[in-house]
């Protein structure tokens, strides 16, 4: 079974920090997502990468960087963490291809608190 | 971009009973997803239909799809306890190639024992 994990379960941080939530996958997919998760907005795609050291902006991409220095690992990084970015923060993966072919696998997410 | 929209945002039956939600969307497709989502975890991936497919079964579950309606049914049928969580439906944006599924707000499922 394919397993995403996300470093932390829960995270609580201060206005003005940086932030970095760490997400990895054990099954060799080339494709990782990043997304948070707002009660009454559903999922929104932040940003995601289709190969090692490359990364395309998703629709809230603003406040976020990311990093993919290896395969199996993707970081979002909160540059200035603001209250705003308070969410709950889903990392998935998918093999190489288009998306809406094959299913996504998503990690336990990782609800993130910024006061 | 809204795609997706899941009708109804909550839905409460008892066990036994089949549950019905709904997915409509706005643009021509590929492919539609379903995923679950229990309480406080990531999503599970149930089901993948494709535009040329007009159904599709995985066990208690049955998809149909109406590219005419832009829109989609997910059935679970003699519901369990453990089938209470919230049900997404994903389609591709509309672009050919695109990587990205754009997910719904979904429904919230309660069986109740």
């Known amino acids: 079974d394919v397993k995403v994990t996300q470093s932390s379960r829960y995270l609580v941080k201060r206005t003005g920090e940086k932030v970095f939530l760490e997400c990895v996958q054990d099954?060799?997919?080339?494709?990782m997502f990043w997304y948070r998760q707002d009660p009454g907005l559903g999922l929104r795609l932040i940003y995601f990468?289709?190969?090692?050291?490359?990364?395309e902006k998703g629709d809230i991409p603003e406040g976020y960087s990311v990093s993919r220095e290896k395969k199996e690992r993707f970081s979002l990084i909160l540059e200035s963490a603001s209250t705003s970015q308070t969410s709950m923060y889903l990392c998935?993966?998918?093999?190489?291809?288009?998306?809406?072919?094959?299913?996504?696998?998503f990690g336990d997410g990782t609800r993130l608190s910024i006061l | 971009s809204q795609q997706g929209e899941e009708d109804p945002q909550a839905l409460s039956i008892q066990e036994g009973e089949n549950a019905t939600m709904n997915c409509s969307y706005k643009?021509?497709?590929?492919?539609l997803q379903w995923y679950r989502q229990n309480s406080g975890r990531g999503l599970v991936h149930l089901i993948l239909?494709?535009?040329?497919?007009r159904e599709k079964h995985s066990g208690r579950l049955r998809v149909t799809l109406d590219t005419s309606k832009k829109s989609s049914s997910l059935l679970i049928t003699a519901s369990r306890a453990a089938d209470t969580a919230s049900y997404f439906c994903?389609?591709?944006?509309?672009?050919?190639?695109?990587?990205?599924?754009?997910f719904g707000k979904g429904t919230k499922l309660t069986v109740n024992p």
């Open positions: 643009t021509s497709i590929n492919n």
């Open positions: 990468s289709y190969d090692v050291k490359m990364k």
């Open positions: 998935a993966s998918s093999p190489a291809g288009t998306a809406f072919n094959q299913p996504q696998h």
């Open positions: 239909i494709r535009s040329n497919e």
């Open positions: 099954m060799d997919h080339e494709n």
């Open positions: 994903a389609t591709d944006a509309g672009q050919g190639g695109s990587e990205k599924l754009v």
